[in-house]
């Protein structure tokens, strides 16, 4: 298991010596849209998408030893620890050609946030909060019918009580540092998506005004 990690740590910081790759993590409750909108911002902008809860189902997928202990804890109603997803998320980028990434759902709280930065010596550019009123996101997850087993009314609330608990206090402690950008998220798909081009555009425009200039 440690070898894995060491790999892990050794994939993310070797190639971040020369040049760390660009981390935004992505966070708004549940029913928030906000994996749509990383579709959306993968499309236009060439990021590459990684769900801390994909990664996470995938692993329990897979039926490894590391995966069990995942299930179990989920069953449980507890938080993975923070070494066991951060060490995905390390392997997911170590393998992943791109040097700029969305985490979206992660760090679902502070434990999380600090274990993050010290392991894989990365601060987020920004954090990407969609904030959606609970009575919107209640109706949206209600509705949506995906047949996810945690897509019950009972279940609904316990997951925004923990999103308000946890998550809150690192969305408090990078808008301290004016790493926050907050986008409405109730308003129609469409009308999110302008709002989180406004954000990503000015970085586009950027780098297009710089390689003119230095053509």
């Excluded at 769900?51 to 069990?68: F, H, W």
Aim: proline share 4%; glycine share 8%.
């Amino acid at each position: 298991m440690g070898s894995t990690v060491d790999a892990a740590n050794k994939g993310v910081n070797g190639t971040a010596s020369a040049k760390k790759p660009t981390v935004i993590f992505v966070l708004g409750g549940p029913g928030s849209g906000k994996g749509t909108q990383c579709a959306y911002i993968v499309e236009h902008f060439g990021y590459t998408h990684l769900s801390a809860g994909d990664l996470l189902r995938a692993e329990i997928k897979s039926g490894s030893e590391n995966g069990t202990m995942i299930q179990n804890m989920i069953k449980e109603g507890k938080i993975v620890p923070s070494e066991v997803t951060i060490k995905l998320l390390q392997k997911a980028i170590q393998d992943n050609g791109n040097d700029k990434f969305l985490i979206d759902g992660f760090p679902r709280n502070e434990e999380n946030r600090a274990a993050f930065e010290k392991v894989t010596e990365i601060e987020p550019k920004f954090v990407l909060f969609f904030d959606c009123p609970e009575e919107e996101m209640e109706r949206r997850l209600l509705g949506r019918n995906q047949g996810r087993e945690d897509d019950n009314i009972e279940t609904i609330r316990k997951r925004f009580k923990v999103f308000l608990e946890s998550s809150l206090p690192v969305i408090q402690y990078y808008e301290a540092k004016g790493k926050v950008r907050k986008i409405h998220a109730a308003k129609p798909i469409e009308d999110v998506f302008q709002e989180v081009k406004a954000v990503f555009t000015p970085e586009a425009e950027k780098v297009k005004h710089n390689t003119c200039v230095i053509l």
